[in-house]
């Protein structure tokens, strides 16, 4: 009985775990984990490493041949929708050409080549104004009347005169005949002796005075046709007129005011309005001096209204005035627009990119 009893307990010692055993199993355990990570870290690092030192060495390499290489290609990623999944493509990246490049990007604003503050070349009393801000007008057009009642009169004081001069040719003229015929009895007479040789003196001069007095008459009859020329001229500066075609850009003057050629202030105006040919607009750019070499004739240009900075305006550059600011240190570039609409206005501002590289000045210059 005893016997078995010692012989069961020496088995559950047998099969019992000491605690002291298990806990040194433990940290063995962590201890090998700890070193697996620092292997696997290690490695990483090594591969990371590795791939650093080859992009680098093949950059020096490139840079030391001279050889320029062009940049990978982006890849963005698309889903595609048929078949639920992401796949990436290859984008080139996108690169202008040098003769496309801008080289430099300058403000400047939009003016007119040909612009008119039209005006009366007489003093006068504005009667009635035709025209208003944005209307289109052609040459020659009236576009104003000033109060014409003291021209029309001198006018037909002229007429007048004209009409009086040739009557009094008229009457000249038959006066002279009369004597050419009393000159011809006379001369017939004195043939036969019947009259003096003084009579036929007296009535030979008198043919001849009539003569210069038709003579007189006849210059009489131009001076009063020029004087009535002269009065319908001033008739006609009374209608103020377009002296070409274009559009008006103001109105400065009302029915009522006295306009004149020259400002005499007070209530005066010295002008009715201001028209501009639209045909001509075109961009003035103030260019420093340090960048003039980035400029050249006939080079292309892009102009951007400020109003619409995402409209483009091919243009080109005009002529470059051959004098500088000197308080400012720019030089003024002349732009011809090769394009234009309704949406370019005078002294509008823009934005102005001017594209070509620096050797085609260069090569401008020397041409």
Do not use: C
Not at 151 to 168: K, N, P, T, V
Not at 201 to 226: F, G, P, Q, Y
Not at 264 to 289: C, H, K, P, Q
């Amino acid at each position: 009985m005893n016997g078995s009893a010692k012989d069961r307990k020496a088995l559950l010692n047998e099969l019992r775990i000491e605690r002291g055993d298990r806990a040194g199993d433990d940290a063995v355990g962590r201890e090998a984990n700890a070193r697996r990570r620092g292997l696997f870290l290690g490695a990483l690092v090594l591969a990371i490493g590795s791939g650093v030192l080859f992009t680098n060495w093949g950059f020096v390499g490139t840079a030391a041949s001279g050889e320029i290489r062009e940049p990978a290609p982006r890849e963005s990623a698309s889903l595609d929708t048929d078949r639920g999944s992401a796949h990436s493509t290859s984008l080139p990246m996108a690169q202008a050409p040098a003769s496309q490049a801008t080289v430099l990007d300058a403000t400047g604003f939009v003016v007119a080549r040909r612009e008119a503050a039209v005006s009366a070349r007489i003093t006068g009393r504005l009667r009635s104004v035709f025209v208003e801000e944005g209307d289109h007008v052609q040459p020659g057009q009236v576009i104003a009347l000033l109060d014409d009642s003291v021209a029309q009169a001198e006018l037909a004081l002229a007429d007048s005169r004209l009409m009086s001069a040739r009557s009094r040719l008229r009457e000249l003229e038959i006066s002279v005949d009369h004597a050419g015929r009393r000159l011809g009895r006379s001369v017939e007479l004195a043939r036969r002796q019947l009259v003096s040789a003084e009579r036929l003196d007296d009535d030979r001069l008198a043919k001849e005075a009539l003569i210069a007095k038709l003579e007189s008459a006849r210059h009489e009859i131009e001076v009063a046709r020029r004087q009535r020329d002269v009065r319908a001229v001033q008739v006609a500066e009374t209608r103020i007129r377009a002296p070409f075609a274009g559009v008006v850009v103001d109105r400065s003057a009302h029915p009522g005011e006295v306009v004149s050629p020259m400002s005499a202030g007070g209530f005066t105006r010295s002008g009715i309005g201001t028209i501009v040919d639209m045909g001509s607009l075109e961009v003035e750019v103030d260019i420093n001096e340090a960048y003039l070499k980035r400029v050249f004739p006939d080079q292309p240009v892009r102009v951007s209204l400020n109003a619409w900075p995402g409209h483009a305006y091919e243009a080109r550059v005009i002529a470059i005035v051959p004098a500088a600011d000197r308080n400012r240190a720019t030089v003024r570039v002349r732009i011809g627009l090769l394009e234009r609409d309704d949406r370019v206005l005078p002294n509008m501002g823009v934005q102005v990119r001017f594209v070509g590289g620096v050797e085609n000045a260069g090569m401008s210059s020397t041409s």
